[in-house]
Nanobody
Framework: QVRLVESGGGLVQPGGSRRLSCTAY????????VSWYRQAPGKERELVAN????????NYEDSVKGRFTISRDNARTTVYLQMDSLESEAAGVYYC??????????WGQGTQVTVSS
């Protein structure tokens, strides 16, 4: 069965770190651009970071530059989002759609990140 699964969310204290995983089942992520989006309560979904399918170029939303890192594993089945120095604004549900030609083809169910002391 082809699906994407986000995991790694949970409760983290302000200033702490968390690593999210986006794992493909039934296919590999090679050739797919993968993005991490965050949706906070009452807000629109916003792009946090993305990584290209072939050349693996990365892009980050300005507020997370230097604190978040998106990467792939060598098997091309998982994309990670390492989040450091977390602030309360990082809280929300994180999604990682996989896209080809700029069009998202697969979505997961999301993983919840809560930032609180």
């Amino acid at each position: 069965q082809v699906r994407l699964v986000e995991s790694g969310g949970g409760l983290v204290q302000p200033g702490g770190s968390r690593r999210l995983s986006c794992t493909a089942y039934g296919f590999t992520l090679g050739g797919y651009g993968v993005s991490w989006y965050r949706q906070a309560p009452g807000k629109e979904r916003e792009l946090v970071a993305n990584i290209g399918g072939n050349r693996c170029r990365t892009n980050y939303e300005d507020s997370v530059k230097g604190r978040f890192t998106i990467s792939r594993d060598n098997a091309r089945t998982t994309v990670y989002l390492q989040m450091d120095s977390l602030e309360s604004e990082a809280a929300g549900v994180y999604y990682c759609p996989a896209a080809q030609m700029g069009r998202p083809l697969y979505w997961g169910q999301g993983t919840q990140v809560t930032v609180s002391s």
